[in-house]
């Protein structure tokens, strides 16, 4: 623990130097102002722990001095003690009004003061665990209302009743998890599940979309870095995985994550340590490390998205998510408990579903699989004195590919994509990245927009396609 740092502010150089040489002593660090002004001058480049502030000094009183220092630290315990040689009760009460948290009247007594120091230290570090402590409660707070999302994917379903097994199973040891299933499937779900239902439940659950992060930062923004790294590093950051120490960090779409972090990645789980960029020292961590893929894995180990090493590493257990299509049976459940949390969300009234309703969703195909579902549902709480939702108040979509493609996406103006003949797919995706540049006049980000995609996919697809500006 760092020696605390007390701050003097006396005009007298001859009180100065005695309350200096007594704290050194007694191994505390010192600084020291003769002045309000310089006093709060300093105060602009250091962090005191505590103040001792006399109260009768030229220029700036030590009542003024006081008034501005607590709203520099406006929200901040920083426990001033006021000096004075004034012994009266009116200057005492004006003190301890303006929010100083002791006083003492001069000429002082040093052992009196080194306990008053010593009392204010103490409580300065209670308020520090106390506002940890407030913070930790806020965040599990959220964190236990976001656990009982957890029901969306539980079901009635004999593939379902396997799968809680297996999430069960998977909280109980603390090895790492891949999981395996379709956009919507409810993969995040499943590794708050395993998360809160094992040891860790109390630590922090910290979910990263890695290919939302840019692929320039993607390092830092996981393993941290020093400040003056690289450009813009202004200072240190902790990173996600520092974040996660104790607890889990889910990393979804692993196969979007760059080659060479992913080698960085491997480091991390066979060592239990993190290196920050530009940083010399190994961290040591301890944190259980979920990925999921929405894609084949064993097609991306051989494409080279997924270093082979890395996947052995992350397989330990395998979790299969089915899609909603293979549980039709589970739709019911799901239609329900998605109508009772918008009943709460909302403020609404909605009694229940129609089994001519039902009969219309169980005829659909649920690519978006329960995502899909529930932006349905959602949907016909727009209608307004619902009570029942029926099958005329279904509204199912067109089929588009959400990460990749939009409805509101026209041709390009030159005519079919593919021109009147037979392209690849990689050849017609990368005609309409394109089209979707020329619209725009080359703006990257309303081109992403157009597309509907992410614009760290858009650069990614770029690189991949060879196109440059």
């Known amino acids: ?69 607590k709203e520099m630290r406006k929200g901040i315990f920083m426990p001033i003690i006021l000096l004075t040689a004034q012994d009266d009760k009116e200057s005492r009460i004006k003190g301890l009004d303006i929010g100083a948290d002791d006083y003492l009247t001069k000429p002082v007594d040093m052992d009196e003061l080194m306990a008053r120091i010593r009392a204010m230290l103490r409580i300065k570090d209670l308020k520090k665990q106390i506002t940890v402590k407030d913070r930790e409660i806020n965040r599990l707070s959220r964190e236990l209302k976001e656990t009982n999302r957890y029901q969306d994917i539980i079901g009635a379903s004999a593939v379902m009743v396997e799968l809680a097994d297996r999430i069960r199973g998977a909280a109980g040891i603390g090895s790492p998890v891949l999981i395996e299933g379709e956009s919507g499937t409810g993969k995040e779900l499943v590794a708050k599940g395993i998360h809160y239902a094992s040891a860790r439940a109390d630590r922090p659950f910290i979910a990263v979309n ?88 064993g097609r991306a180990v051989k494409e080279g998205k997924l270093r082979e090493d890395l996947y052995y590493r992350i397989n330990v257990l395998n979790i299969k998510l ?114 979707a540049l020329a619209k725009t006049g080359n703006n990257k980000l309303k081109a992403a927009q157009m597309l509907g995609i992410h614009r760290s996919r858009l650069y990614k697809k770029l690189e991949r396609y060879g196109i440059k500006d």
């Not at 978006?368 to 509204?395: S, T, W, Y």
């Open 1 to 69: 623990m760092e020696t605390p740092l007390i701050l003097i502010v006396d005009d007298e150089p001859d009180n100065l130097e005695v309350l200096e040489s007594r704290l050194i002593r007694r191994n505390y660090r010192v600084i020291s102002a003769d002045s309000g002004a310089r006093a709060l001058k300093l105060l602009e480049e250091i962090e005191p722990d505590l103040i001792l502030l006399d109260v009768m000094m030229p220029g700036l009183d030590g009542f003024e001095t006081l008034t501005r220092m």
């Open 210 to 297: 890695c290919a939302a992060l840019p692929s320039e930062l993607i390092e830092s923004e996981l393993f941290g870095h020093r400040k003056g790294a690289f450009t813009g590093a202004m200072a240190a950051a902790e990173g996600l995985f520092k974040a996660a120490d104790g607890g889990s960090i889910f990393l979804d779409e692993i196969t979007e994550m760059p080659v060479e972090v992913q080698a960085k990645m491997l480091r991390v789980l066979q060592e239990g340590t993190v290196r920050p960029v530009g940083g010399a020292e190994e961290m040591p961590i301890n944190v259980r490390v979920i990925a999921a893929t929405n894609i084949d894995v």
């Open 322 to 435: 089915p899609p909603l299509r293979a549980r039709k049976g589970d739709i019911p459940l799901l239609a329900q408990g998605t109508i009772e949390r918008l009943n709460a969300r909302f403020g609404r009234g909605v009694k229940g579903i129609s089994a001519s309703a039902l009969a219309a969703l169980a005829r659909h195909d649920w690519p978006g699989n329960v995502r899909e579902l529930q932006n349905v549902i959602e949907r016909c709480f727009a209608l307004p004195d619902l009570e029942v939702i029926d099958e005329r108040h279904i509204q199912i979509l067109p089929l588009t590919d959400s990460r990749e493609t939009s409805a509101a996406v026209p041709p390009p103006a030159s005519g079919p994509v593919d021109g009147g003949d037979v392209l690849s797919l990689d050849e017609a995706e990368k005609k309409l990245i394109l089209s």
